[in-house]
């Protein structure tokens, strides 16, 4: 009987000091709330950016009479999904054309599908030359001559490019335009290229500055002009095959955060008669059998430097 009461005792001490232990133990605290998930990024994106260079040369052919040129461009974008981007875009360059163009201005838009490595781009560009006069002097020294010129020579192209991005250090690709009216002369031209890539490894050059070296090798075919009348005689009295040309560049690049400083080397292999008849130079030269020529075409050495900045990269 004592032993009984000893345990019921024994229990009910027990059964005392419970609630007492539970009360001087911590209180678990309840889980945060987990941080709700960064708003996913806008579809919607713009790049913009701006050039200058000592000559702007397009295909091998200076459009600035090898004097300095300044560009400035404005392309919003939508991407689809991160494979799949639409463009449209809005840019202008500084010229220097025979028939006195104030500008080139460039309305252009495409699709940019990507696959894995390979990046591809399709759409149409349209060159739109305002200001322009029919007319323009030649000058034959000791003289000038009045000579009829193409008043709008606006013209569009289709297009595509292929990009494949080898590695981290090479990439390679290809090029190629039509156009059903070159300069809006009414001769078809087809353009195509290959280029090549070489970027340095990350961290060679200190300060977070990149460099590579790239090239392109392109061909020109060209057809047949239409007549084109113009105030002091025809532009073309007959219908003209236009020279169909080879052009290459080689340089060396540097890209230092948003600014990108290449130094390039451009030529073709278009005589210098032949230039002067796809370029009308108004300050041509005179060969020995008596015809026209023009250096337009030939060889020269191009600096740009330029900026190139998307909003998404502002923020």
């Not at 709700?36 to 000559?55: E, T």
């Not at 010229?95 to 080139?104: L, T």
């Not at 010129?149 to 013209?155: G, H, L």
């Not at 370029?279 to 060969?287: A, M, Q, R, V």
Request: glycine fraction near 10%.
């Amino acid at each position: 009987m004592k032993k009984l009461v000893l345990l019921i005792a024994a229990a009910l001490v027990v059964a005392a000091a419970a609630p007492a232990l539970a009360a001087d133990m911590a209180v678990k605290a309840p889980a945060a709330a987990p941080a709700p998930p960064p708003p996913p990024p806008s579809p919607f994106d713009i790049a913009f950016g701006g050039a200058i260079m000592n000559d702007y040369v397009w295909r091998g052919i200076t459009q600035s009479a090898h004097k300095p040129s300044v560009a400035a461009y404005f392309e919003p974008r939508f991407n689809v999904n991160p494979n799949l981007q639409l463009y449209v875009g809005l840019s202008s360059e500084s010229i220097k054309f025979p028939n006195k163009a104030a500008a080139e201005v460039d309305f252009y838009g495409g699709i940019r599908p990507t696959f894995g490595p390979v990046a591809l781009d399709f759409g149409v560009w349209y060159y739109y030359y305002p200001g322009g006069d029919d007319s323009y002097l030649l000058y034959i020294p000791p003289v000038a001559v009045p000579v009829s010129a193409i008043k709008d020579a606006s013209f569009y192209e289709v297009y595509g490019h292929l990009l494949w991005t080898v590695n981290d250090i090479v990439a390679l690709g290809a090029n190629a335009f039509y156009t059903p009216s070159y300069l809006n002369t009414g001769a078809d031209g087809v353009y195509a290229s290959g280029t090549a890539k070489i970027t340095a490894p990350a961290n060679m050059l200190p300060n977070g500055i990149a460099a590579y070296v790239s090239g392109e090798f392109g061909r020109q075919w060209l057809g047949t002009t239409d007549v084109i009348g113009g105030p002091f005689g025809p532009v073309f009295a007959v219908p003209v095959d236009l020279p169909d040309y080879n052009t290459w560049n080689v340089g060396i690049g540097f890209n230092w955060k948003v600014f990108t400083l290449d130094l390039r080397y451009s030529d073709t292999d278009l005589s210098k008669e032949n230039c002067f008849i796809i370029t009308g130079d108004p300050h041509p030269g005179i060969d020995g059998a008596g015809f026209l020529t023009s250096n337009w075409c030939g060889a020269t050495f191009i600096a740009r430097l330029s900026a190139d900045l998307t909003l998404g990269s502002l923020k």
